[in-house]
């Protein structure tokens, strides 16, 4: 399941950098993060898993493809590439960064202590009251910047896109 | 059995692929969608962690990192609404204006 997931989503993820239209882009990013959702599941975050298709494919590629649909009426034209020499060093640029975080993570430096909720623990209490258990009492400062960093982003999203301000 | 080392390495290949749109793509939308690739390749291996730690720092974590690129995404597209309204292109090659 893993291997079925992981490949489906690395062939989507190419898929949307080499894609020319960008409507196909962000279905294919859509279907990436579909398949990192059930990776979700996999690794028993339900409830993160739900908020990965919620927050992902609901809000944010509506919101992607209601801009594209808004700015690319004509996508065909145009396209042209100032900086086609780009491309092959990109890559090779690329191929490195991934080896070396591969290096990284071969050399086992990722180890942290356990903690205390292992999946018995999680099952018994249940998943998504822990999260809103600890949401409302270790992370109770975060959670209410969260609301005020929203707040913020609405209004300076109103006020950028507004014709006239 | 898949260990935390799979999913770490699928998250660091996630991340390259994005870090190459960016670098490739010059379509100012298409390479805010390769910034939400990373974003999420790194909340993967986020998870990957909380998962085999048995901690729940890490799913904490990923729940606030997808507030932000929330926000993020709608205030980058309204950034990419005004870009269009003044340039009339979101190619990022037109946006050259503050280049010395």
Redesign the interface.
Known sequence: M?YVM?AT??VA??Y??FEKN?VF??LY?VF??IN?AV??V????Q??AA??VI??TG??MV??LF??M???VNVEQ??????PF??IP??I???V??VV??LT??SKI?Q????????AK?ESIGHTQ??GK??FTD?LL?FEM?SI??F???I???I??K?KV | MITLTHYLVLSAILFSIGVVGVLIRRDAIVIFMCIELMLNAVNLSFVAFAHFLHSMEGQMFVFFSMTVAAAEATVGLAIIIAMFRNKDTVNVDNMNIMKW
């Open positions: 893993f992981a989503s690395v993820s190419l949307l950098i960008p882009c962000a990013m990436s993060f990192i990776l979700y996999l690794l028993e975050a409830f993160i908020v990965q927050v992902y809000a944010i919101l992607f801009v594209i808004l700015l690319m145009k396209q042209k590439d100032d900086l780009q491309r990109a890559m640029l690329g191929f960064l991934l975080m591969g993570i071969k990722f942290g202590k356990e903690g205390e909720y292992t999946s999680v822990l999260i600890l949401l992370y975060p969260t960093l929203l913020v982003a609405v300076g999203a109103i950028l896109a014709r």
